[in-house]
């Protein structure tokens, strides 16, 4: 199935120099002892977020800021990755062990520290995508299964912890690149579908977005509420190829949004962060999207987005380039 939409381009977008819609009131999250960089990678969405933090000895720490308290979660490897949080605070993410061959497995937040989630002794990697806010947890593994080597799709039920169940297969060459707050599965086709094809699966039924003219490349990020960001290669006029922003909305309508490079982050009101094409704009600048509306600049060039709450504040990180060091970053909206 296909979801029919019509591609709107703005004929001129507006610039960063020109943007006052909001001004982002910035705040930097402390950091434990022993730590020196750090990132907001998830949220709450009701003020508190989550993200790792590190130090000389490169070794992530997985931490949660809310209400002005940080908690602490432990140490893991220097690769250890927060994946999501839900709305009672716990989060979800990946600790990866080796790469050739790669093993790795995914966690939870449990009782103040990371747990392992189960998996069979014959499963290489386990990791978790994404936590419903009644404490479901799905995923993936990759092992062998009755003596097959396959990736496999599960699900964590929460009020089984020491379980898992498989869930069907994904359509194949689908990989989940986000999943709506009603369940449905974001997914990106491999090359094998030919300009990358992107779609939603739901209820065993995929439904593929609508095609960007002249793409030869289309890559889906987020969705949050129906609506879907994305980035599409394209060819100008001139020929050269260029990367843009995208919107799918609720209606099926497509919307570039330009001036943009990569999108990072979407909120269920459509609250957007992406990267601003630097070709474009003189600068490596973060910019804020209400729905196909070009809204403010974040910050400076050294602002990075990652996540939007629904409570409109925004999540992401500072890089300081004389201390070479991140800062743990929220943002709300001054006006």
Same mark, same amino acid.
Request: net charge neutral.
């Given at each position: 199935?296909?979801?029919?939409?019509?591609?709107?381009?703005?004929?001129?977008?507006?610039?960063?120099?020109?943007?006052?819609?909001?001004?982002?009131?910035?705040?930097?999250?402390?950091?434990?002892?022993?730590?020196?960089?750090?990132?907001?990678?998830? #949220?709450?969405?009701?003020? /508190?977020?989550?993200?790792?933090?590190?130090?000389?000895?490169?070794?992530?720490?997985?931490?949660?800021?809310?209400?002005?308290?940080?908690?602490?979660? %432990?140490?893991?490897? @220097?690769?250890?990755?927060?994946? $999501?949080?839900?709305?009672?605070?716990?989060?979800?993410? =990946?600790?990866?062990?080796?790469?050739?061959?790669?093993?790795?497995?995914?966690?939870?937040?449990?009782?103040?520290?990371?747990?392992?989630? @189960?998996?069979?002794? #014959?499963?290489?990697?386990?990791?978790?995508?994404?936590?419903? $806010?009644?404490?479901?947890?799905? %995923?993936?593994?990759?092992?062998?299964?009755?003596?097959?080597?396959?990736?496999?799709?599960?699900?964590?039920?929460?009020?089984?912890?020491?379980?898992?169940?498989?869930?069907?297969?994904?359509?194949?060459?689908?990989? !989940?690149?986000?999943?709506? $707050?009603?369940?449905?599965?974001?997914?990106?086709?491999?090359?094998?579908?030919?300009? =990358?094809?992107? %779609?939603?699966?739901?209820?065993?039924?995929? #439904?593929?977005?609508?095609?960007? @003219? %002249?793409?030869?490349?289309?890559?889906?990020?987020?969705?949050?509420? /129906?609506?879907?960001?994305?980035?599409? #290669?394209? @060819?100008?006029?001139?020929?050269?190829?260029?990367?843009?922003?995208?919107?799918? $909305?609720?209606?099926?309508?497509?919307?570039?949004?330009?001036?943009?490079?990569? !999108?990072?982050?979407?909120?269920? *009101? /459509?609250?957007?962060?992406?990267?601003? *094409?630097?070709?474009?704009?003189?600068?490596?600048?973060?910019?804020?999207?209400?729905?196909?509306?070009?809204?403010?600049?974040?910050?400076?060039?050294?602002?990075?987005?990652?996540?939007?709450?629904?409570?409109?504040?925004?999540?992401?990180?500072?890089?300081?380039?004389?201390?070479?060091?991140?800062?743990?970053?929220?943002?709300?909206?001054?006006?």
């Amino acid at each position: 199935m296909l979801l029919s939409g019509i591609l709107h381009t703005p004929a001129a977008a507006a610039t960063p120099a020109a943007a006052t819609a909001c001004t982002w009131q910035a705040s930097t999250l402390p950091l434990p002892s022993g730590t020196t960089s750090g990132r907001v990678s998830a #949220t709450d969405h009701q003020g /508190g977020y989550s993200g790792t933090a590190w130090g000389a000895d490169g070794k992530r720490r997985v931490l949660s800021w809310k209400d002005g308290t940080v908690t602490d979660y %432990g140490t893991g490897g @220097p690769n250890d990755q927060v994946m $999501d949080q839900n709305s009672t605070g716990t989060i979800i993410g =990946y600790s990866p062990i080796a790469y050739a061959p790669p093993a790795g497995h995914a966690w939870s937040t449990r009782n103040g520290k990371k747990a392992p989630l @189960p998996k069979p002794a #014959t499963v290489y990697v386990s990791s978790a995508y994404a936590i419903k $806010d009644n404490g479901d947890i799905t %995923g993936w593994m990759w092992g062998t299964f009755d003596g097959v080597w396959q990736t496999r799709h599960v699900r964590w039920p929460a009020d089984r912890p020491t379980e898992f169940e498989m869930m069907p297969d994904l359509p194949k060459d689908a990989v !989940v690149a986000d999943v709506d $707050d009603d369940g449905t599965m974001l997914l990106n086709f491999n090359g094998n579908q030919g300009t =990358y094809a992107v %779609g939603l699966w739901r209820d065993g039924a995929t #439904t593929h977005l609508a095609k960007i @003219p %002249g793409a030869t490349r289309t890559t889906v990020r987020a969705i949050s509420n /129906g609506r879907v960001i994305g980035e599409t #290669t394209r @060819p100008d006029a001139t020929g050269k190829t260029s990367t843009d922003g995208v919107l799918w $909305d609720q209606d099926g309508s497509v919307h570039i949004l330009p001036g943009t490079a990569s !999108v990072s982050g979407i909120n269920r *009101d /459509g609250l957007i962060g992406a990267a601003l *094409d630097p070709d474009k704009n003189n600068d490596y600048l973060a910019g804020i999207w209400r729905l196909q509306t070009f809204d403010s600049v974040l910050g400076n060039a050294d602002s990075s987005v990652t996540v939007i709450g629904n409570d409109g504040t925004i999540g992401g990180y500072r890089f300081n380039p004389a201390t070479a060091r991140s800062q743990p970053t929220i943002w709300r909206c001054g006006r």
